[in-house]
């Protein structure tokens, strides 16, 4: 007698009420897997995309191929990534603050994933152009970008440099490289595939780097994107940030059958890493390998970050109700500021002294910041913008009906 036909519902490692429980995850050792070669074919990417390159082993030593091939990063250049995060996450404890005094509508964090979005900017050059998500604020900090503007785009006060056209945390910069965000995430996965393609046409020399979360990974835009990346071989790295939450829709069901995301794109031809995103050494690694390959022509590549989403969804979520208040800590992978810090002191180039006198430098350039941006408008001190605002930065040139609109408002 056969079975009856039955559906599958993918389960969290943990209902809030239970104890968090990782066990599931394999994690090989770090330096397991070595460095391909440049011109990397999907067929030959298999255990790429089926292991994880890690490079900083449990007691924050570099180890292996991967930790060779970014030998020349020394340690100021760490020290610059290890300050980007502290800066990213000092950024992202004031403006949670800020909303939650009510000064602000609404803010994303991106706890726990500083490492990928810091270290991967770090190997991109001038003129390289992101299509981020709504967690990606540190590709921006890495960048350099002003943090007047970071800041002031939150706000939506007179220092924002998009004069209030978008969302809170939707950034938009071409001269640092950073797209403009959408908040149906899938959208921009298939345009940076189709940048890239123009600027193959074009001979510029730049690449484009696409972004996703793992929940987004279920949108038509994902396979359309990968489909053209297979067919065009443009210049682009798609990146897939697999932070174990869509939302408040465990990891699971977006995976479908696959036992990767990374695993996926090679489905389509494309050859795909996955990586530990909570080691910033191997991000770094694995960031620069992907530029140099895109850049010498051998097309596509994908990458999963294997990381965990610390904070909630945004301030309009509470995690409480869907996992374990104590997941984070449980975490195997720990926190990528934290092991970077451990292999910095390792290395003599660092202490813990420095460290905190490092963090409270840091928090209180971010606050000096904040204070001047809040001093342009909060929601619990507006100072509204001009109207006239409303007609600039669409047109060139303004067209004759808009001018008389303007005037008639009395602007």
């Known amino acids: ?10 389960h969290p490692p943990a209902r809030p009420d239970q104890t968090p429980n990782f066990s599931a995850i394999e994690i090989p050792a770090a330096g397991a897997l070595d460095v391909p070669p440049l011109d990397l074919q999907s067929v030959d990417s298999r255990d790429y ?4 390159i890690r490079v900083l082993d449990d007691d924050g030593t570099a180890v292996g191929p991967w930790a060779e091939y970014i030998a020349d990063l020394d340690s100021d250049a760490l020290l610059q990534g290890l300050r980007d995060m502290l800066r990213m996450r000092a950024v992202d404890k004031r403006l949670l603050n800020a909303q939650r005094q009510g000064k602000t509508s609404f803010y994303l964090q991106c706890t726990g994933e500083e490492a990928i979005g810091c270290g991967f900017q770090r190997q991109l050059s001038g003129g390289d152009m992101n299509f981020p998500t ?3 604020q540190s590709l921006l900090i890495a960048a350099d970008y002003p943090l007047r503007d970071l800041m002031g785009q939150v706000y939506s006060n007179g220092c924002d440099p998009l004069e209030g056209r978008q969302l809170p945390i ?12 959408s908040g149906n995430l899938g959208t921009q996965y298939i345009q940076a595939v189709g940048w890239a393609m123009a600027n193959a046409l074009s001979e510029t020399g730049e690449i484009a780097a696409g972004w ?15 489909l053209c990346a297979s067919t065009y071989r443009p210049p682009v790295i798609l990146n897939i940030v697999n932070n174990q939450w869509a939302i408040s829709t465990y990891t699971g069901v977006a995976t479908g059958g ?3 995301y990374a695993a996926r794109a090679r489905g389509y031809g494309i050859p795909a890493l996955r990586v530990d995103g909570n080691d910033y050494l191997a991000v770094a690694a694995v960031s620069k390998w992907a530029v140099a390959r895109t850049r010498a022509g051998h097309g596509p590549v994908a990458i999963e970050w ?38 910095l002191i390792g290395r003599g180039a660092w202490s813990e002294e420095r460290h905190v006198q490092a963090e409270a430098e840091i928090l209180d350039e971010v606050t000096k910041v904040q204070k001047e941006v809040e001093a342009q408008g909060t929601f619990v001190n507006p100072q509204p913008t001009s109207p006239a605002t409303i007609f600039k930065g669409v047109y060139a040139e303004m067209p004759a009906h808009l001018r008389r609109q303007r005037q008639e408002m009395g602007y």
């Open 170 to 181: 939707m950034h938009s910069s071409r001269d640092y490289g950073f797209f403009s965000i």
């Open 134 to 136: 709504y967690r990606q």
């Open 1 to 10: 007698m056969t079975g009856q036909p039955k559906l599958n519902f993918p």
């Open 49 to 52: 995309a089926n292991g994880m």
């Open 212 to 226: 996703i979360g793992d929940g987004a990974t279920a949108s038509n835009d994902f396979h359309a994107a990968l």
């Open 258 to 260: 696959a036992r990767t």
């Open 306 to 343: 294997f990381t965990y989403r610390v904070a909630a969804h945004s301030t309009s979520d509470d995690p409480s109700a869907y996992r374990a208040k104590d997941e984070a800590a449980a975490w195997p992978l720990g926190d990528p500021v934290a092991r970077l810090k451990t292999h």
